[in-house]
């Protein structure tokens, strides 16, 4: 069962929605995991990432000719710029869909990966967070959609009665963490929901990312934002 909290900044209020039944407090069970939000090349090879995977070099040789913006010219780039064998491998992991990404830095968080993904060659919102668990699994937090379940939720409902045309908009932010039960944690990320990307945020989505006491991610979820 989810409920919400949407701060509508826009509107000058905060709107705290009527649950369908209650939403999971920190220490309490987690909710059903979430396929959309963990990268489908997380069984892509045997890599497990770690701060081998970072690379931050000069990419302007693919900025311009007939090899721009392929994987290629990215991956001769980064070996050409010093890149490890990782993080060529990262990358090829990372650039699927026709879109290109590398991860330009790593940091542990109480037992978690957190890696910053760069899209070098997108128009808007070059930048990117994964999680990866105890198991190497990595969860985009920005692969937030308003799907159906989203819809579904009472606070997102009432967000879009305003602005029905309002969508989150990458990236998400870091908003805490929150211990759960039998030592797991929850991570916490915001991500705005605007009508167009240059349009005010019109709310905040919050989802809380849920990890047992061994860190394997066991779930995704709404979580109240408090004001």
């Not at 890696?115 to 990595?138: I, M, S, W």
């Not at 309002?166 to 963490?177: E, I, K, Y």
Request: proline share 6%; hydrophobic share 40%.
């Amino acid at each position: 069962m989810r409920c919400s909290r949407l701060l509508l900044p826009a509107l000058g209020l905060a709107l705290l929605t009527a649950c369908q039944g209650r939403s999971p407090e920190p220490g309490s069970a987690p909710a059903k995991d979430d396929a959309a939000s963990v990268d489908k090349a997380t069984g892509d090879g045997k890599l497990r990432w770690s701060e081998a995977v970072v690379w931050d070099g000069d990419l302007n040789a693919c900025r311009q000719g007939d090899s721009a913006a392929t994987r290629d010219c990215l991956r001769d780039a980064m070996r050409s710029g010093g890149a490890s064998a990782d993080a060529v491998t990262a990358a090829e992991q990372l650039s699927t869909g026709g879109e290109l990404a590398y991860v330009t830095a790593w940091h542990e968080h109480d037992g978690l990966g957190v890696a910053t993904v760069e899209y070098p060659f997108r128009a808007n919102t070059n930048e990117g967070t994964r999680l990866v668990d105890a198991a190497g699994k990595r969860i985009d937090v920005d692969a937030v959609q308003l799907d159906d379940t989203l819809r579904a939720d009472p606070g997102v409902q009432e967000a879009l009665k305003a602005h029905p045309q309002a969508t989150p908009f990458a990236p998400a932010q870091a908003a805490g963490t929150a211990a759960l039960d039998g030592g797991g944690i929850r991570l916490l990320y915001r991500t705005p929901l605007r009508d167009c990307h240059a349009c005010p945020d019109v709310g905040q989505l919050q989802i809380g990312y849920d990890f047992d006491g061994k860190r394997n991610f066991i779930g995704q979820q709404v979580v109240p934002v408090t004001p």
